[in-house]
């Protein structure tokens, strides 16, 4: 990038201004190092803006054709990374224009007939981040298949499911997986609602009051895929709610992130030992050989700090601003350009542990029955069969797990007599539901854990993405 602090004035504005800016100030001011990002949505929006002056009779067809040959050779140029951006232009909306006057001359200047940079970088940011909506469905659709794929392996695998990080009830593998489809399930409709709400276009909102021309904005609309005009041009120029329901999408679906990165890295411990995670996403030590790092579940369960910081530096820049459009809102784009950054890599990242990681059925099967796992359908079992009211049904148990506890054996290695020195109509029917398959077998109610109940989920969802 050129800093050619020209001595003279901005050739953009410099009808009023006797001298070049403070370097200082074009420092400040300049966006053009991440804005260039938005190259190809500011020429889209040229194009279409372009096109509309031409079928209104704003511009002629000759000049019109220019300005379009004249992007076509910008959109070339940047592509090949053969474009000459310059600080001095400030942003990549005046380092196109300037281009495209080197390109074909003064009638370059005609393309900013009815628009103003206010409404034009609105366009382009919006068209950026509804670009992203649809990779980040795109990804979620792909992360929410590879978890499918490892409910469907095993629907039936037993594992220890946990409250307050200690052993609960037993569950399913496949239970456990489907519970993070719901999560991402609800992430892609929350971006989806976004991208619905966010579908209107500013592109003729002009600076902030609309334009005297005769333009068409359901044209240039339709053009750039927007469904409709934003209908009141103050609101048009100085929303930026899109990005912040973007970014507020992106935390929640990076804290479910975080929270799976949470586990697979107790899992993957030896400790644990319930899952392998592949080394194509673990890495040695340099110094212990024995080492298996999570780190891919490690920086993707870090990634939300960044991603929720983005969504609260936006919303802090925004939540003072007079309308319209303030010099503030140039401070959008960067946390939006590295959470959007942010949350594709670690969606990649998760989306190949979940695809690739070996659950260890022997040892998840074992811990499934550690800490008296099955006790509850014990006190289920009293209710049923012997008609007791469950409180009196959980004192019982809450005796034979002691009674187990003090001798240092499971639940079903109780004997039937030791049962009934703590209730004596207790009957040997009581061993069937004291395994941890009775257990997640019993579990049929509508979202419970029974492997039956799994497979329907999983084919639920095999049919909706
Ligand atoms: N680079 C500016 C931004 O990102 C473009 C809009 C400038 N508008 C203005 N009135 N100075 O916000």
Not at 217 to 241: H, I, Q, Y
Request: hydrophobic content about 45%.
């Amino acid at each position: 990038m050129t800093s050619d602090s020209t001595k003279t004035a901005n050739s953009m504005w410099g009808g009023r201004f006797a001298m070049a800016p403070d370097a200082i100030m074009e420092e400040i001011n300049a966006s053009i190092g991440f804005d260039q990002r938005l190259a190809a949505q500011d020429i889209r929006g040229s194009m279409a803006h372009a096109a509309m002056l031409g079928s209104a009779g704003i511009l002629t067809q000759p000049d019109v054709d220019a300005i379009s040959q004249g992007l076509d050779e910008i959109q070339a140029e940047i592509e090949a990374g053969t474009f000459p951006f310059s600080r001095a232009l400030e942003d990549i909306h005046m380092n196109i224009e300037a281009r495209l006057r080197e390109k074909i001359g003064d009638v370059a200047g005609r393309l900013h007939t009815a628009r103003s940079r206010n409404d034009q970088v609105a366009t382009d940011f919006k068209l950026w981040v509804r670009d992203r909506l649809d990779d980040v469905d795109t990804a979620l659709a792909g992360l929410i298949g590879a978890f499918l794929d490892q409910a469907e392996r095993g629907a039936d695998a037993v594992m220890p499911g946990f409250t307050h990080l200690q052993t609960a009830q037993p569950v399913t593998w496949g239970h456990h997986m489907m519970a993070y489809v719901e999560m991402f399930a609800r992430d892609r409709s929350r971006f989806a609602d976004a991208r619905v709400r966010m579908n209107e276009s500013p592109l003729g909102a002009a600076a902030l009051a609309g334009t005297g021309f005769p333009i068409d904005r359901e044209m240039t609309a339709k053009a750039l895929g927007f469904d409709r005009p934003a209908a009141n041009s103050l609101d048009a120029v100085s929303d930026r709610d899109f990005a912040i329901e973007f970014l507020s999408a992106a935390s929640i679906c990076a804290t479910h992130l975080s929270r799976l990165s949470e586990e697979l890295v107790i899992w993957s411990s030896a400790q644990f030992n319930f899952v392998r995670l592949s080394d194509k996403f673990t890495t040695g030590s340099s110094i212990m050989p024995q080492k298996r790092n999570p780190d891919a579940a490690e920086l993707c369960r870090a990634k939300v700090g960044r991603i929720m910081g983005s969504m609260v530096s936006l919303l802090t820049v925004m939540k003072g601003l007079p309308l319209a459009y303030s010099k503030d809102m140039q401070e959008d784009k960067e946390p939006v350009f590295d959470a959007a950054d942010s949350l594709g890599l670690a969606l990649s990242a998760m989306t190949g542990m979940v695809r690739d990681m070996e659950p260890n059925r022997e040892r998840l099967h074992a811990a499934a029955g550690h800490g008296f796992s099955t006790a509850t359908d014990l006190a289920d079992w009293l209710v049923r069969e012997l008609n007791m009211p469950f409180r009196d049904a959980h004192h019982v148990t809450g005796s034979l797990v002691k009674m187990a506890e003090d001798k240092g054996v499971a639940l079903e290695a109780l004997s039937l007599e030791d049962m009934r020195s703590v209730e004596p109509s207790i009957t040997a029917a009581v061993f069937d539901v004291l395994s941890v398959e009775s257990s997640t077998r019993s579990r049929t109610s509508y979202g419970g854990t029974a492997p039956e109940r799994v497979r329907e989920q999983a084919a639920r969802w095999r049919s909706e993405i």
